[in-house]
């Protein structure tokens, strides 16, 4: 797993790149973990080379969300695969989650 | 082709785990969500195996032996730990609830309860088996 990162002004994009499991998600709870995280007003998840992800990985988004939601911090998800959004599908995650097909739909949320 | 796979408890195999049940499913050619779902069933259950019934001691391993008969995915995970799981603790999740907690676990087993036909825990000897089944 790969994570990049790209901030601007009042946004962070996080890029995903490879398979979130319950090897990799700690890489990835460590990022959102910090506390300058929440000092943006939106943080993108660009999932487009995201191949996989298991509970674990689920885990990280549904333990930050509401202190994200608590600071005013919105999260959304742009650019899933398929395979991906099916497994956020199983479990509702979808219905709870903000996920939009596009980065444009993403910037504009 | 390998139908059977020895690994030691580490997060690391769990990358192992999966491409061994993805390349055994090729020859199957199932739709991508199929396969994904098949592939991350085995993977939540050897994870808690891993992780919580060995606590990632890499000297100890576990076994999986996989195969398809009459269209029907299936396969078998022995491990030796003193504890095994108990599926009657099982609780549907209440994401809702899991999202207000901050909860990073507990959607594991749900997803493997919703994706497989079949899961069923087991002692065989001294091992504690693991089996799971899905009609392809």
């Known amino acids: 797993m790969k994570i990049t990162q790209h901030a601007s002004a009042n946004t962070l994009t996080l890029t995903l790149d490879g398979e979130l499991d319950a090897s990799s998600s700690v890489l990835l709870d460590a990022e959102l973990a910090k506390p300058e995280t929440l000092k943006f007003e939106k943080v993108l998840i660009d999932c487009q080379r995201l191949n996989y992800i298991s509970s674990a990985g689920l885990g990280v988004f549904i333990s930050h969300l509401q202190q994200f939601q608590d600071a005013g911090v919105k999260l959304v998800f742009f650019n899933m695969q398929d395979k991906v959004h099916n497994v956020f599908e199983i479990l509702g995650l979808d219905a709870l989650m903000t996920i939009v097909p596009s980065e444009a739909e993403a910037t504009a949320f | ?136």
């Open chain 2, 1 to 136: 082709m390998k139908n059977a796979l020895r690994i030691s408890c580490s997060r690391r195999n769990l990358k192992v785990v999966r491409d061994f049940v993805t390349e055994y499913l090729t020859a199957y050619q199932l739709p991508d969500l199929q396969l994904n779902q098949i592939v991350l069933a085995v993977d939540e259950v050897v994870a808690n195996l891993i992780i919580h019934a060995n606590s990632e001691d890499e000297s100890q391993h576990l076994d999986l032996a996989l195969d398809v008969r009459n269209k029907q995915f299936g396969i078998e995970i022995f491990d030796d730990a003193t504890s095994s799981y108990a599926p009657a603790t099982y609780h549907d999740p209440d994401l809702q609830e899991y999202i207000r907690q901050g909860r990073k676990g507990g959607v594991g087993m749900a997803l493997v309860n919703r994706i497989m036909d079949r899961v069923e825990f087991s002692t065989q000897g001294n091992r504690n088996v693991c089996r799971l089944y899905k009609q392809l």
